[in-house]
């Protein structure tokens, strides 16, 4: 019985990681996207996993990722900005800029 419970958490953990690296890979592609319509410079090419928990909502238990990225504005000065990831799909994005810029 113990080695079935190991082997479920085994797989349980490898199911994990590849979710993790999955919605990292899209929530990269959604801040380069975004950097580019607003143009901005998406500094380093990556995000970074902030906090990690669970969301419930009507359509069942999701896991939440809120992860951090920064990017650059004319190419001076570093700002960061945070993304929200419900799953796989795009919950919140924010700049931190005043609304004005990040709507043009």
Known sequence: MSNLLAVFFLLL???????????REIATEICKTACRQREL???????ALRRLGLAW?????RLRRVYRFDFSEEGVGRRSGYLVMRGMTLEDLSFGLPAQAQDA
């Open 41 to 47: 410079q998406f500094l380093d090419q990556t995000v």
């Open 57 to 61: 909502r009507s359509e069942g238990v």
């Open 13 to 23: 953990l490898g199911w994990f990681w590849l979710d993790t690296m999955r919605a």
